[in-house]
């Protein structure tokens, strides 16, 4: 019998879910994967049954029935800051959160730096994934910069305010 893995992301079809989905036809010879989606779903309701539990993103998951089993769990901070609204270094609550997952880890080595100085020692430097299996021969772009962005463009603080700033 595989382990069971419960792998969280926000929306289905959206970026964390198919990197998620990648993951686990990757590795399905070794794992029995199962999806959950906290925006819509909201907290996961059956946490405590898998063996381990990967979350994409931050959610609060300390509304999950029977508490969330972080000693079992990966957590990820995909961006270079915990709260756009207060940018910078993590927080004492900031480290807190990092320190109750199994594991972590950050997408950008400077996230990485910062809470490794903070006394986070189970945090990973690991770069978003791409799998290049969906990407046909191109021919790179010659002379000129080329940039990608891949999300929300209409992404909003608590607010009600813009924060992606794609369109401006």
């Not at 990757?26 to 381990?52: I, K, M, N, T």
């Not at 690991?126 to 002379?143: C, D, K, S, Y």
Request: glycine share 8%.
């Amino acid at each position: 019998m595989k382990p069971r893995v419960l792998l969280l992301a926000d929306e289905p079809g959206w970026g964390f879910d198919v990197n998620l989905r990648d993951l686990a036809a990757h590795l399905a010879s070794e794992f029995d994967f199962a999806h959950w989606y906290c925006c819509a779903q909201g907290p996961p309701r059956h946490a405590r049954e898998f063996a381990v539990i990967y979350a994409a993103y931050r959610w609060d998951l300390d509304r999950t029935p029977g508490g969330f089993p972080y000693v079992r769990a990966v957590g990820s901070l995909r961006c270079s800051i915990f709260d756009p609204a207060r940018p910078g270094p993590p927080t004492p609550s900031d480290v807190a959160f990092v320190n109750r997952w199994a594991a972590f880890h950050t997408t950008t080595r400077g996230a990485y730096d910062e809470l490794r100085a903070a006394r986070c020692p189970r945090v990973s430097y690991l770069t978003n994934p791409v799998n290049v299996r969906r990407f046909a021969e191109v021919q790179p772009a010659q002379g000129r910069p080329v940039a990608s962005w891949s999300g929300n463009a209409l992404h909003g603080n608590g607010r009600g305010l813009r924060v992606k700033g794609l369109d401006e």
